[in-house]
T-cell receptor, first 114, second 116 residues
Framework: EAQVTQNPRYLITVTGKKLTVTCSQN?????MSWYRQDPGLGLRQIYY???????DKGDVPEGYKVSRKEKRNFPLILESPSPNQTSLYFC?????????????FGQGTRLTVV | AQSVAQPEDQVNVAEGNPLTVKCTYS??????LFWYVQYPNRGLQFLLK??????LVKGSYGFEAEFNKSQTSFHLKKPSALVSDSALYFC??????????????FGDGTTLTVKP
């Protein structure tokens, strides 16, 4: 089944403790992206990747890191999480340029930083 | 810079009535435009997109949207609403061209409630 898989689905952590949210897609998609969803703010793009070893900042990259060492994986790294990073996070992928083809979204990761 | 506005946080319609969810955008260039739907506790699902050509775009589940370049709008419509259409709807814009290729901007979302 074609899908985007995020892990974990739920995470509660403490301020400053490094964490990684994994994202994997099995559709051989070139493009991958991370978003955060907050009430009243919609979805905001954190980072995106047009292909392996190519990453770019979205609108809210501060406090996050990403890497794209292989096509299928695009992990989101929070080196020192803070409470303002409490949010619902979505990973998405698309076959090529996201303007040409629709994005497929993961189920989401609900992160709470205390 | 690109931006998307969904002026209504909430839209309520009766089942069987037509529905419209509004979206306006601002880009310095030509846009790709999308609508996505999010059901509770789920990720977003693609509904339809406008790239070029016919201004009226038809998508999944009987939805359609009309691209209006002069009004910079891309409103989502359906002739006859179903209770199962109740969900959160997002409009998104991606700028055509090489600059910031891949950067996508979403609206804040509109909650659609269809009452029996």
């Amino acid at each position: 089944e074609a899908q985007v898989t995020q892990n974990p689905r739920y995470l509660i952590t403490v301020t400053g403790k490094k964490l990684t949210v994994t994202c994997s897609q099995n559709m051989n998609h070139e493009y991958m992206s991370w978003y955060r969803q907050d009430p009243g703010l919609g979805l905001r793009q954190i980072y995106y990747s047009m292909n392996v070893e190519v990453t770019d900042k979205g609108d809210v990259p501060e406090g996050y890191k990403v890497s794209r060492k292989e096509k299928r994986n695009f992990p989101l790294i929070l080196e020192s999480p803070s409470p303002n990073q409490t949010s619902l996070y979505f990973c998405a992928s698309s076959l090529s340029h996201p303007g040409y083809t629709e994005a497929f979204f993961g189920q989401g990761t609900r992160l709470t930083v205390v | 810079a690109q931006s998307v506005a969904q002026p209504e946080d909430q839209v309520n319609v009766a089942e069987g009535n037509p529905l419209t969810v509004k979206c306006t955008y601002s880009v310095s260039g030509n846009p790709y435009l999308f609508w996505y739907v999010q059901y509770p506790n789920r990720g977003l699902q693609f509904l339809l997109k406008y790239i070029t050509g016919d201004n009226l775009v038809k998508g999944s589940y009987g939805f359609e949207a009309e691209f209006n370049k002069s009004q910079t709008s891309f409103h989502l419509k359906k002739p006859s609403a179903l209770v199962s259409d109740s969900a959160l709807y997002f409009c998104a814009v991606i700028l055509q061209g090489d600059t910031n290729a891949g950067k996508s901007t979403f609206g804040d979302g509109t909650t659609l409630t269809v009452k029996p």
